[in-house]
């Protein structure tokens, strides 16, 4: 038994309780002080001239601080400051050195739930979303007009902040397979690693406005005191948090002075009680609980400032950049939150620069409904023209260079082609159909190429405006089928994501060649973007991706897409044109069952040919083992050769040159696997060394 351990069971606290071993004591805790002492640290936070808070924030950040005395001194501006600099992208935040403070007191967890932004639902979704993701914005002084260091975010009521508290403290449990609780860790030593937080103000929809800390770096780390304190329940830690900090959730608006003054009287009951236990000479369950989850460490961003000395206009992206250097991996758990980030960080910046309206800026974020789509800017109220919203903004007319600028900005690419941009663009494209069913595939199909054509592809093209879908689809077939190149963009953008959407075109990978019809085969290889573009070139596959996303919009079981001719050529006699529908034997129009009849009637002349080449029987049976053989070198031999090659292009493109760290990762795993295989179980030379060692020695 170690001396720790030894010291945990004096304590009362051996290892059958089911406690971890105690690596340290708490300490006691003095009492908050009443808010009435705390005016000279409020005063000296807003005459530092690194500060940029209002009186509401400096309230927030002096009020839970356990020693004001201490935080006084860190934001005094004379004789030095002593606020710590952050050097961001530009610019840099000006945030208070480590102190501790009170967890129970205006500390919430990150609500805007950015690691996992990709998988919450917008508004434009038509299945009704549990939860809304919230966004941040940097809030500007009303009276100054200059942006402050502090969050604004809005919400409907207290109920809807309280669902947030408790989406982002389940999502943060769940995470990563639970790498992320941290509970033991308290319990045994409390936490002693700095929580970074920022001041959000919240302003709800009856206008009244609550301002809290929340974390930026440290969600973990928060949940897990919760977590400590109420027993290791996330339900439980979930309720706590919120009763604590937000208070009752019947009680409409922002907190009042006493709610805030129990909240205050209830933790120096805790403190009062926690140091009395302590003083026993055997420390229960819930002294040690209380004890570690008291207080903890934090420092908080108090100033933003800009390169040119001014304000910091976007402390959103300030943040961000300031985690993402505080981490090896990218802050985000899943390239598709990163990609959601960061896209969303580009309009914003879009928004800022003028390359487009507070109107579609609104729709881009997916905080309007279809209706609110409508009314905005004039297109049909659908969620198909809300991925087209996306789609314009980003690849369309002259401002497509510009969008290009800030997406290789963003993303840090030397070079953004249409295999970048489209991965990236993914999930905001698709972000209205997150309940679908599938969505995954589509999701890949898209971050494939996806309808990134070269009509679509920097050329001019808008979106026909209208408010009966069925009538503006069939306004804009007819003008792609009398040659005007950006109705033939326009109808490739919503015929090919529906398509897309409704699994007509999957990912190249996703199929397999062959030759029998059905679900996930087709009858030859191609890109989504490939087979996007041999149609939109056919009077026949423009009248295809129009039937679809008729039948897409229509969301009917009988209103299904219908098949064209995409060739002049002759059928059992007969001279079909291009455009002319698709019939059988009884008359009857053909319909687009499976991804295989479209590429199929996409190009009829390459479909019959791989087709016949895959009905070839081999000339000679290849035994298994001989096959195998021949498929493991080649194998090998092409994925050296990959390697040495991204090696070289590493050069000038960087590291992304090899992908996702992600990826790399798992394809080392998969090659030691393989060598473990040939090692164990291949032959071995073993014993003509072991006569080499032998002869040796003779």
């Known amino acids: 038994m170690t001396s720790l351990d030894s010291s945990a069971g004096l304590e009362g606290l051996d290892h059958d309780d089911g406690l971890p071993p105690l690596l340290r004591r708490p300490g006691a ?26 009186e509401a924030a400096a309230n927030v950040v002096t009020s839970g601080a356990v020693d004001p005395v201490q935080l006084q001194a860190l934001v005094a501006s004379e004789p030095v400051s002593l606020l710590t600099a952050k050097p961001v992208v530009g610019g840099t935040l000006y945030a208070t050195a480590p102190h501790s403070r009170y967890l129970d007191l205006d500390v919430l967890p990150d609500i805007i739930n950015q690691r996992w932004a990709d998988q919450l639902r917008t508004a434009m979704d038509v299945v009704p979303s549990t939860f809304l993701a919230a966004t941040y914005e940097t809030l500007t002084d009303p009276t100054s007009g200059k942006p402050c260091a502090v969050f604004t975010v809005h919400m409907r009521d207290r109920k809807a902040l309280a669902q947030a508290v408790a989406e982002s403290m389940r999502q943060t449990f769940y995470a990563q397979k639970g790498e992320n609780d941290y509970t033991q860790s308290v319990l045994q030593q409390g936490v002693k690693e700095p929580l970074t937080l920022f001041v959000v103000r919240v302003v709800y929809d009856d206008g009244s406005e609550d301002t809290f800390l929340v974390t930026g770096d440290g969600n973990s780390r928060l ?157 049909p109220a659908h969620r198909l023209w809300a991925a087209a ?73 808008n979106l026909t405006r209208g408010s009966g879908v069925s009538e503006v689809l069939d306004e804009i077939l007819g003008r792609a089928l009398a040659g005007e190149a950006g109705a033939v963009a326009e109808l490739t953008v919503l015929g090919g994501t529906a398509a897309i959407l409704d699994g007509y075109i999957t990912r190249d990978r996703g199929s397999k060649e062959g030759t029998d019809r059905g679900s996930g085969s087709a009858p030859y290889r191609t890109t989504p973007v490939n087979l996007l573009d041999v149609l939109s070139k056919t009077a026949g596959g423009l009248r295809m991706l129009h039937s679809i996303a008729c039948a897409h919009v229509a969301a009917d079981p009988t209103v299904l897409p219908k098949q064209f001719h995409t060739q002049d050529r002759e059928i059992d006699g007969q001279l079909v044109r291009d455009g002319e529908p698709v019939v059988d034997k009884t008359g009857e129009q053909v319909i687009i069952d499976y991804e295989w009849d479209l590429v199929y009637a996409a190009d009829p002349a390459r479909a019959l040919a791989t087709i016949a080449k895959n009905s070839r029987e081999p000339l000679e049976t290849e035994a298994e083992d001989v096959r195998q053989r ?33 990826t790399v990762d798992e394809l080392r795993q998969q090659l030691r696997q393989a060598e473990e295989i040939l090692l164990r179980f291949g032959p071995s030379q073993s014993a003509f060394l072991l006569d080499e060692d032998e002869e040796g020695e003779e």
Not at 437 to 449: T, V, W, Y
Not at 645 to 658: I, T
């Open 223 to 379: 949940m897990s005191m919760w977590l400590a304190r109420t027993g290791g329940d996330i339900d439980a830690a979930i309720s706590a948090c919120i009763a604590s900090v937000i208070g009752s959730l019947d009680h409409p608006g922002a907190r009042s002075r006493a709610e805030q003054g129990l909240a205050r009287r209830r933790t120096v009951e805790l403190t009062a009680r926690t140091r009395k236990n302590l003083a026993v000479p055997t420390m229960t369950e819930a002294t040690r609980r209380e004890g570690h989850t008291l207080t903890f460490p934090a420092v908080v961003v108090v100033g933003a400032r800009a390169d040119n000395d001014g304000p910091l206009a976007d402390l959103v992206a300030a943040r961000d950049d300031l985690l993402a250097s505080l981490h090896v991996h990218v802050t985000p758990w899943t390239r598709g939150a990163q990609y959601t980030q960061g896209m969303q960080r580009v309009y914003r910046h879009a928004l800022r620069e003028g390359l487009i309206t507070p109107e579609v800026y609104r729709v881009l974020s997916g905080t309007v409904g279809t209706q609110e789509m409508h009314d905005l800017l004039g297109v």
């Open 29 to 54: 805790v003095e009492d908050p002080p009443p808010v009435v002492r705390l005016r000279r640290v409020r005063s000296a936070l807003l005459k530092n001239p690194d500060v940029s808070l209002d």
């Open 630 to 662: 021949r498929l493991l070198a080649s194998g090998v031999a092409s994925a050296l050769e990959a390697a040495r090659s991204l090696a070289r292009m590493r050069k000038s493109r960087g590291p992304e040159a090899f992908g996702h760290v992600d």
């Open 389 to 461: 919203v996306h789609q314009q903004v980003m690849l369309a007319g002259p401002g497509v260079y510009a969008m290009n600028r800030l997406v290789k900005q963003e993303f840090g690419m030397a070079r953004a082609d249409r295999q970048r941009i489209s991965e990236r663009l993914a999930p905001m494209v698709l972000s209205a159909y997150r309940s679908q069913e599938g969505i995954d595939q589509s999701l890949r199909a898209f971050g494939n190429g996806g309808t990134i054509t070269d009509q679509v592809w920097k050329q001019q093209w």
